[in-house]
Structures are given as structure tokens and as C-alpha cells.
């Protein structure tokens, strides 16, 4: 079994993608606070879209040059004007604009700049319809290479809790990986999740033909789970990390949610496509479902072998 030793922190170059929206606004001060704690490298990227003109192909060259540069211009200053000179100085942050699609230049260059961390603003509402609100960050998260954090309305008051949702698949163990890595760095308090269905449970429980029968079968589903729980955790590196494992019988979606507003979590980090293997239309159901209600900001963590061609 595979033991990963990953004792640095994870995110050593981010990427924020601003529309200069309160909600990416809100994406970039969790960003610009990681930075100030970790020293990490932080690129953010403002996509202008509208171009070319309808009628640009009418100019000259040079005149088509200067068209483009003015917008360009503009868009620098405004992302310099949301960022503390100490880190413009630095060299801590960079800006960036491109021009054309924002979904497709947000992955071109989280790829051309290898970053480790792609963040997303939303809404911040939990109960909404729509799962990530907005067709880009939908996209992002579908189709990013590298985890994506996704930032509810808040200001960065650093990650104290952290909570992993595992299922005991090899993506929930890189989420681990990910999340232990985290949380060594940030000293943070670490809670490991474990729900197993009871939708799978209790058919077999209720066929028992007596109570006494039922109390057995339930007491050795515990026991099993509880190995394989245990026998999962030694698999990942998780010295130095202050952590707490739960087990419980439930339904991991509605658990996984319950118990981050409990802890008051500031943070929860998710494997994506366990071992259901259904591939829902954005990130995997449950994950689906826990990001379409969760409070706290969430990382999707991507499968190892996860691969995306650019259209």
C-alpha cells in the first residue's frame, strides 16, 4: 500500500481568477492571506472577453494595437489597486489579462503556470439551484487540472478547522494527502469523515429474523468498517497533523454538511468521483450536493490520472 509523505504545503503557486466581482473579490482576499502566511507565489488573472471588436479588422495595425493595450492597461491597474504594494513589490503577486474566453484562459494558464491551487469566487449562498453559480467557475471546476477551491462570502481568517470527507477510494486518499499537507502547514485541527450508507446497512439489518440477530449483523458492519477505516488511514502521512477520525452510518451528503456546520469549519477538502464511479454532470454527487450547501469554502481534489484537452 501506497504511504506519501507530503510534509510541505501543498499550494506553492495560486491562481485567482477575478472578474472584479464582490464574490472574486472576496476570492482574492482568501488568496492574498495565504500568500502573507505561506509566502506562496499568487497570479491573478482578469479575462476581457469582448474582443476583438466587431469591427477592429477595419484598423490599422498599429491602431488595432492600441486598441487592445487600453483595456489592458486598465484591467492591471484595477487588479493592482485590490493588492498591498508590499506584495506588487515583492513579486508575491502577479497580474495578469488575457483576452477571450474567461473558462478557456483560466485553464491555459493555470496550465502554462503549473499552479497547485485554482480559486474561485461564488455566490456565497448555500440551498441555491444551480451548484456553483455561473457557467465559468462551473466549468473550472469540471474541467481544472489542479484542485480548485471554491470561496464562500468571507473574510480569510486562515483554515483553523478542516474537514475531509473520505470513502476509502485512491481519490478520497489524495484528498487526505491533500488535506493532512494543509493542515501541518497551517496548524490546523484536522477531522477525517467516514460515512458508510445506510441505505446499504439497513436492508440487511431488517431482514434479520430477531432483534438479537439484527444487534449482530449491525455490531460486525461496524466492525468492518471500522478495519477498513483504519486500514485506509495508515496508507497516508498524517505526523505532525492534530487530527480526529469519525465513523458513522448515515447519508454521507447530509452528514458531511451537518458536521461542518457543528465544528464551524472554515474549510472542507473533497476527492471527487469515489468509488460509485457515477460521472455526474459536474464533480460527483455527493461532492455535488455538499458544495450546493456547505457554508465554508471547499477544495475539490481531482482524480491522479484526471486529464482535460483544450477545445
Known sequence: KRVTNMSQFPNKCI?????????????LDICLGVVRCMKTKLYVLHTIEKYPHEYSHLLSSAAHADMKQKPEEEAVEKIKAMIPAELLDGGDVIPIVRFGKPFLEIIQVAKEKNVDLLAIGTHGRAGVDRVILGSVAERIVRKARCPVMIVRGRKYVGFKRIIVPVDLSDCSRMALEYAAATARAHSSKLTILHVYEKSFVEPCVNAANSEEKADEIMKEIERVNETKYDEFLKTVDLNGVEYEKLLKK????????????????????MGTHGRSGIKHILIGSTAEEVVRTVH??????KPEKFSFSMP
Open 15 to 27: 491562481l485567482a481568477a477575478t472578474d472584479f466581482s464582490e464574490y472574486s473579490k472576496v476570492a
Open 250 to 269: 448515515g447519508i454521507p451528503e447530509t452528514d458531511i454538511v451537518e458536521i461542518a456546520m457543528e465544528q464551524q469549519a472554515n474549510l472542507i477538502v
Open 296 to 301: 465554508c469554502d471547499i477544495i475539490i481534489v
